[in-house]
């Protein structure tokens, strides 16, 4: 078998463009600490990070366009802050407010909504490549996924501390140990590390490599920016990862058991527990595993029985069959102490099916469970495995440890009895280790701006970019490193001038910096898949804020997804987007079309495409209609007094500002058109006003401004 | 995916458009040549001149027997029935009759193939293919994508990526009745490369062409006209925040974008029906008659998205993988014999083979002796990963050959052995790509189809 999972093409042809050895790769160096600097436009900044994107953008000779109007604000600012559009209601508030301060007091609102979190797990639940199902050849669902998913979304929400945050996914199992705790949170987190995509026929020795391997890639790759999976077959040709450190590594995940779930079953082969989470989980699984064996018990009674019973009616033909042999009375007392026997038998088999079916109709109620770590016996270090063959260890064992080429003196390394997993959280988020903050402020920094300071945000090695704005990067990583909050650094950066920054182009900009790589304005943005959805949701009035219990998943229990009817695996939804289920090649339409990305894959920033398909779904998909037909009847039902109105309203709803003449105009003129129509035709026997509506509301969700964060000229609107 | 004022580099603006409307159509929508040429500057450089412009791949799921189709073994035959190279296991000579086809004089089993043998001359059969698995689950990713250790971008994603489409109204890459299984659409995905590459579904495997559709076209209970307007609204406001906003790329990326969903909405049912086809040509394909219906239907649909100028189309057909009942395979090949055969004669009429690349295979073959000792049948072969056949035919390859050899009793290629990156960087060769640079940066490096193997088969270059 061939293990390439690292090839060296591009390397090859780079290595004579970049200069080799790590000490030089500036993502390993200490956080710089740079003096804010000094700017010409000193009335400019209203914040340190605006000094330092000034002063770049004064270097040359660039100035930042004028400030984004309010509307424009506030709908950036809801979309990026909970990925939903501003509630009407909302939107005129903020306008009256006359306080000087209105828009951070928009902000706070804002990051202490519940929505908050739903928005902002997502990011992580992309980079930590969450799913629900085993993916690759044979498709395995995780019925047990779902709570790391809540668990996300409330970590964000709670702003619980970013090194916390990590330490709790690698090694949560340990702290519960270290720290006497029951918190189910720190049973769900380290689900980061065992929800990864497998094979689960595969045999024990590749099943377990490729396990680590991966744990090894999303830890390195989500959480440092590093691609340490090259290593596992030669040493690292630019980044300064060898094959030994890929191999220290590997024997902290050797020494930790995934804990996924999955039953024994044709193409499963490495079946695991997982844990029972909520108050009285455990007594409630006990009693639920008590009653299961009850059942078992049962059913090999049954079993025996009607092997006897076969058993009994084997010996009855062979008799019945014999020749007459004379002494036909004794053949006819065997023959009846036969039949009485069975008859017998019968009957208690009667009583032991109908004992049977009541316990099964009985079985308790069983707790919820999580996918988690723990870790196994005998915590070791492994062997190199030549080439990443796991069938050819070779050399002495590696003790397990972390990468060399970022030496923490205070760290401590993985002790005998444990697999070292606590410990390699604990260097991870050391604050001598620069990346782990560096690569997070980064990522966040990504998502307000639509591009990271850094640009390849999921690589921080010799391939990856180097910063814009380096001392503006280590600054924020400074910040993280001072209270580890994401909320904190989340304000600070939305509330800066940069941020509020218009989108429209100027002259010199253009020129000089077209990219806008300096940030001379905002970039415009197409909103992700779930915001797009979940504003269709909301403005038909039918988005359940209420999170789902548990996941679709869950109800399907432990299967092939490919025996799983569609309709089961994606029933219809009204709830917010992050928790639709993500089966792993079975992801919902509108994922599919809107870039969600592969979650087999680590990945901090996704494409945004224009293809025709996407116009298509958003005219033609059921989902769609029905969303336009429930926003046309909760408009009707409004008894505004005449249609301009409506229009003005509908408009508001999906794009925030109020149209201007010619906008209402074409509402109108779709609303009167439609509702001339001759509908005897139609399927769908609706009064005329909703169909001429639901047309609107179509039209509204497919227009491009729904579903782009662009200025748009507010002088002639509200 | 940013957005910027910059003139679009070509690959920046494949990202973002879609992927039926490539270099070509690119053109036309900038509105000058120059913007064209400004854009093909980042064009993988595929410095030799295409011999195909398209690929029609129909993927035989199973891994259909060399041994009784295209290997002709007169050794094997010879020696059938007695001990093979493995212990106790049973050689297996073909079941049919093998004749020589053609000018060629290729060997066909032509008794199972009687139509497509008619055509020996147009075909370049490889004899002498091998590849990493004989496992259905690793290599049918590694036939469609190249890789099986991790997700990777299909084939056809791929020669999207490097071509783009010359259609404005239909998908670049589409794939007919594809397996669920082994990868399922992970087959025709296009992993890191930006979504726009993955093909668009017709149907699912065994499932009848007759009543599948493609999604979204149309909205039963919701007239046309009703669409139109509220299409005619769209564009109105799209054109107006145009003029107002200065995101002019994005917006434009909006325009363009609808303008291309509105020609698909016709474009596409208008491909998909069959209707105004002769009764001459449905007959030639063999549609409805019985077990041709639904490979004629596949193939006759491949020639009128070939001819739409879809640049990549891949069609399935499962029921290959004879453990047991070799016999059956009869009724496989009577399923595409007509069909395919069919495919041949109307792509030469209409003058398209020249630029048609056809690829006609399994995931692997098949062995030369029975396989009753692993739990088969006497009556069926095991996979064979390390000696298979495939051919090819239009598109710039040598018909009426018959290239690489596998041992005297077919166990495996030994001669002009030809691995599957070779296949691959052929076919790409074929495409005027150069598969060493047809790349895609993604995770720190550079990722292609054929990784860091793979010779063009220069023998098989017409």
């Known amino acids: 078998m061939n293990y390439p999972t690292c090839y060296f093409t591009a390397i090859v042809l780079l290595l004579a463009a970049f200069p080799a050895g790590g000490e030089e790769l500036w993502s390993l160096q200490p956080l710089l600490q740079e003096e804010v600097p000094a700017v010409r436009q000193a009335d400019w900044p209203t914040s340190d990070l605006d000094s330092f994107v000034l002063a770049r953008l004064e270097a040359l000779e660039l100035t930042p366009v004028g400030d984004a109007g309010p509307l424009i604000i506030i709908r950036r600012a809801s979309f990026d802050l909970t990925g939903l559009p501003p509630d009407p209601a909302d939107v005129n508030d903020y306008l009256a407010d006359e306080r000087p301060d209105r828009f951070q007091r928009l902000v706070d609102r804002l990051l202490a909504s519940p929505q908050f979190g739903e928005k902002w797990a997502r990011h992580w639940l992309d980079v930590a490549r969450f799913a629900e199902s085993s993916g690759k050849e044979f498709n395995f669902t995780y019925p047990h996924a779902w709570p790391y998913r809540n668990y996300v979304i409330e970590a964000f929400n709670v702003d619980k501390p970013y090194d916390r945050f990590l330490q709790e996914q690698l090694a949560g199992d340990l702290l519960a140990k270290e720290e006497h705790s029951q918190d189910k949170a720190l049973k769900i987190a380290p689900a980061f590390l065992a929800l990864g995509p497998k094979r689960h026929y595969a045999n024990e020795t590749e099943f377990r490599a490729d396990v680590v391997d991966e744990q090894i890639d999303v830890t390195m790759r989500a959480v440092m920016g590093l691609t340490v999976s090259c290593a596992r077959c030669h040493d690292h040709k630019m980044d300064p990862i060898s094959m030994r450190d890929y191999y220290s590594l590997a024997g902290i995940f050797y020494s930790s058991q995934p804990l996924y779930g999955t039953i024994s079953q044709r193409y499963s082969n490495h079946p695991t527990t997982v844990l029972p989470i909520g108050t009285g989980a455990q007594a409630l699984h006990n009693v639920a595993e008590r009653h299961e064996e009850k059942i078992k018990v049962a059913a090999e009674e049954l079993e025996k029985q009607c092997t006897q019973l076969d058993e009994e009616r084997k010996r009855l033909s062979e008799i019945e069959s014999q020749e007459l042999d004379g002494d036909s009375d004794r053949q006819q007392v065997e023959v009846d102490s036969i039949r009485v026997k069975m008859a017998k038998i019968e009957a208690e088999n009667v009583e032991l099916t109908e004992h049977k079916e009541q316990l099964e109709s009985a079985r308790p109620p069983r707790p919820a469970y999580t996918i988690s770590m723990c870790d196994r016996d005998a915590p070791s270090g492994t062997k190199i495995a030549s080439g990443g063959n796991p069938t050819e260890l070779v050399g002495e064992e590696i003790p397990r440890g972390f990468l060399t080429c970022l030496t923490i003196d205070t760290a401590a390394l993985p002790s005998d009895g444990q697999s070292g997993r606590l410990e390699l959280a604990r260097w991870i988020t050391h604050k001598q280790n620069p990346l782990a903050a560096r690569v997070m402020v980064n990522r966040i920094w990504h998502h307000l701006f639509g591009r990271g300071l850094v640009e390849t945000v999921d690589n921080f090695g010799a391939l990856g970019k180097p910063p814009s704005h380096p001392a503006l990067l280590d600054r924020l990583a400074w910040k993280m490193h001072s209270d580890w909050s994401n909320k904190r650094l989340i304000r600070s950066i939305v509330c800066s001038r940069t941020y509020r920054l218009g989108s429209q182009v100027s002259e010199a900009g253009n020129q000089l910096d077209a990219d806008n790589r300096y940030l001379w304005r905002m970039s415009p943005r197409r909103l992700q898949v779930e915001a797009i959805r979940d504003s269709m949701l909301l403005v038909s009035g039918s988005l359940d804020l209420a999170p789902p219990v548990g996941s679709t998943v869950t109800g399907l229990g432990d299967r092939l997804v490919r025996d799983v009817e569609l309709d089961l695996l994606q029933p219809p939804s009204n709830h917010r987007s992050v928790y639709l289920p993500v089966v792993r090649d079975y992801l919902p339409k509108i994922f599919e079309l809107f870039d969600f990305p592969s979650p087999n894959l680590v990945n901090g920033s996704r494409t945004a495409t224009a293809v025709p398909t996407q116009d298509l779904y958003l005219q033609h998909d059921p989902d769609v209609i029905r969303f336009a037909q429930l926003a046309a009847e909760r408009l009707l039902s409004k008894n505004q007094a005449n249609n301009r109105l409506r229009a003005a309203t509908a408009h508001r709803w999906a794009l925030t500002r109020t149209p201007r003449e010619d906008e209402i105009a074409g509402i109108l003129e779709l609303v ?27 039209a509204l969700f497919g227009c491009a401004e729904f579903r782009y964060l662009v200025d748009v000229d507010e002088s002639a609107g509200s | 995916m940013q957005f910027s004022q910059r003139p679009l580099t ?71 029935g007695k001990e093979g190279k493995n212990e106790g296991a049973i050689l297996m000579g073909p079941r049919w009759k093998f004749t020589q086809q053609g000018e060629s004089g290729m060997w066909i089993a032509s008794e199972l193939l009687p139509h497509l043998a008619q055509h020996a001359d147009k075909l370049c059969v490889v004899r002498s293919m091998h590849t990493e698995s004989s496992a259905h689950p690793l290599a049918v990713p590694m036939l469609h994508t190249g890789a099986f250790q991790s997700t990777r971008p299909s084939m056809g994603a791929w020669v999207l990526y490097g071509l783009g489409s010359v259609n404005e109204s239909l998908p670049g890459f589409i794939t007919i009745n594809p397996t669920r299984i082994f990868g399922g659409p992970s087959n025709y995905g296009s992993a890191f490369l930006p979504s726009t590459y993955q093909a668009t579904r017709i149907g699912w495997i065994k499932e009848s062409l007759k009543d599948v559709s493609i999604d979204n076209v149309s909205s039963p209970g919701i007239p046309a006209p009703v669409v139109a307007g509220q299409l005619r609204l769209i564009q109105s406001f799209n054109q107006a925040l145009l003029e107002r906003t200065r995101a002019v790329q994005d917006v ?42 639904g490979f004629g239907r596949q193939c006759l649909l491949a020639r009128r998205f070939a001819q739409a100028g879809v640049r990549f189309i891949q069609l399935s057909l499962t029921g290959w993988d004879h453990h047991s009942k070799i016999d059956l395979l009869a009724d496989r090949c009577h399923e595409i014999d007509r069909p395919v055969a069919a495919l041949l004669t109307d792509l030469e009429r209409q003058g398209m083979l020249e630029d048609t690349l056809i690829l006609w295979g399994g995931e692997f073959g098949r062995q030369p002796e029975q396989q009753a000792l692993d739990g088969g049948g006497k009556d069926g072969r095991n996979h064979n990963a390390d000696g298979y056949t495939v051919w090819l035919a239009g598109g710039g390859v040598r018909g009426g050959l018959s290239y690489g050899e596998t041992d005297p009793l077919g166990y495996e290629a030994v001669e002009n052995k030809v691995h599957l990156h070779d296949l ?25 189809l054929t990784d860091l193997y793979g010779d063009v088969v220069e023998d098989i270059v017409a």
């Not at chain 2, 049912?269 to 041709?292: D, F, Q, R, V």
């Not at chain 2, 052929?426 to 990722?447: A, E, N, P, V």
């Open chain 1, 672 to 698: 009167s058109q439609v509702e001339k129509m001759d509908q005897t035709g139609a399927e769908t026997k609706q009064p005329a006003e909703v169909i001429a509506w639901s047309a609107v509301f179509r």
């Open chain 2, 10 to 80: 070509r690959r920046g603006w494949m990202q973002r458009s879609m992927a039926g409307c490539g270099s070509l159509a690119l053109s036309a929508l900038c509105g000058s040549s120059a913007a064209a040429r400004e854009n093909t500057r980042e064009l993988p450089k595929s410095h030799f001149k295409p011999r195909a412009k398209r690929v029609i791949f129909m993927f035989m799921d199973g891994g259909p027997s060399q041994h009784d189709l295209f290997d002709y073994k007169p050794e094997l035959k010879k020696r059938h």
């Open chain 2, 252 to 293: 434009q990326g909006a325009i363009d974008s609808l303008g291309l969903a509105v020609r698909m909405q016709t474009a596409l049912p208008h491909s998909m029906n069959l209707s105004s086809e002769s009764p001459e040509t449905l007959a030639m394909y063999g549609i409805g008659e019985g077990p041709t219906d």
């Open chain 2, 424 to 448: 691959h960087a052929t076919i790409l060769h074929l495409l005027g790509l150069d598969h060493t640079r047809l790349t895609y940066h993604y995770s720190g490096r550079d990722f292609r």
